[in-house]
């Protein structure tokens, strides 16, 4: 089993600023992506970020120079730094984590349980 819990979420004015986490613990022998989501109250989720086990970054157009996804693959933990928030940035972020089991590399994919973000003055 795979767990993942974000962290970092809360209440920021717009133009403010917030850093998410995702810590990745269990049977893990590898974390192939990290990939972040969001989904606001009445709307698909939606892709905001990912990142590959290269470093090869991915953003939603809506983010792009706002949002930064980075990883510490030692702690087999991604992040996702936000500037510039806005209230259109309101949603639950969630974040996804494939990759191998240890033991059997068995290929999974895991979801954490998601961290709620309001940008409002």
């Known amino acids: 089993q795979v767990q993942l819990v974000e962290s970092g979420g809360g209440l920021v004015q717009p133009g403010g600023s917030l850093r998410l986490s995702c810590a990745a613990s269990g049977s893990i022998f590898s974390i192939i992506d990290m990939t972040w989501y969001r989904q606001a109250p009445g709307k698909q989720r939606e892709l905001v970020a990912a990142?590959?086990?290269?470093?090869?970054?991915n953003y939603a157009d809506s983010v792009k120079g706002r949002f930064t996804i980075s990883r510490d693959n030692a702690k087999n933990t991604g992040y996702l730094l936000m500037n510039s928030l806005n209230p259109e940035d309101t949603a639950v972020y969630y974040c996804?984590?494939?990759?191998?089991?240890?033991?059997?590399?068995?290929?999974?994919?895991?979801w954490g349980q998601g961290t709620q973000v309001t940008v409002s003055s």
């Open positions: 996804n984590a494939d990759g191998r089991f240890l033991g059997d590399s068995r290929m999974f994919s895991y």
């Open positions: 990142i590959t086990s290269g470093g090869v970054t």
